[in-house]
Each structure stands twice: as structure tokens, then as C-alpha cells.
């Protein structure tokens, strides 16, 4: 039976434990002694399962407001070494609108 990461998540350490029994891998020996955060890790290394839970974004284009994101950031750059303090700040929120339009898309 496959699991995911979210799944192995929801369940408890007694139900993680065993799955772990019915692991044969070198990850979960000594799964007894592991608490729930660790357990999950090594459970999702013996089945080569992703740590991370994928995140979708509606609505937003997020690759051209990534590419906006690295043109402000040479701006900024441009901005510290020319020592402009106003530009550096305008351009810092702008960046910083633009990181939370992403974040607040993610679903």
C-alpha cells in the first residue's frame, strides 16, 4: 500500500509504527524509540516518498512575478551601492507586495 506524505502526517505513532514493523529498511530500525516527527522522516525516506506538500497557485501568474521579483532585486542591488536610501526602500516594498501576492495565492 502506497502512503503520502500527508497521510503518513494524520495518522498516529501507534498506526506509524506499524507500518514502520512492516518495513524492512535500514531508515526505521529502532522505530520504537522515535517520536512522531521522526518516525514520518524515516518512514518517508524507506518509501522514497516526498517530505514536502505541494502547493498550487490560483489565479497569479507566479513565474512573471518571480521574473519581476529578480529584476527589482538588481534594482535594490543597484540602489545599495549607489547608496539612494528612497529608491532601496520603494523598491524593498515592492518586492515584498510581490513575495506576499504569491504567498496569499498559494492554496
Not at 507500518?19 to 531508515?27: P, Y
Amino acid at each position: 500500500m502506497s502512503h503520502t506524505y500527508e497521510e503518513l502526517k494524520k495518522k498516529t505513532v501507534a498506526e506509524l509504527r506499524e507500518i514502520a514493523a512492516s518495513t524492512d529498511h535500514e531508515a526505521v530500525k529502532g522505530y520504537t524509540q522515535l517520536n512522531k516527527e521522526h518516525l514520518i522522516k524515516a518512514l518517508c525516506t524507506a518509501l522514497k516518498i516526498t517530505m514536502h506538500a505541494q502547493h498550487k497557485v490560483v489565479g497569479v501568474d507566479k513565474k512573471g512575478i518571480k521574473n519581476r521579483i529578480k529584476e527589482l532585486k538588481a534594482i535594490r542591488d543597484k540602489a545599495i551601492s549607489e547608496k539612494n536610501h528612497s529608491d532601496l526602500k520603494i523598491t524593498r516594498r515592492k518586492i515584498h507586495k510581490l513575495k506576499r501576492k504569491i504567498h496569499k495565492a498559494m492554496v
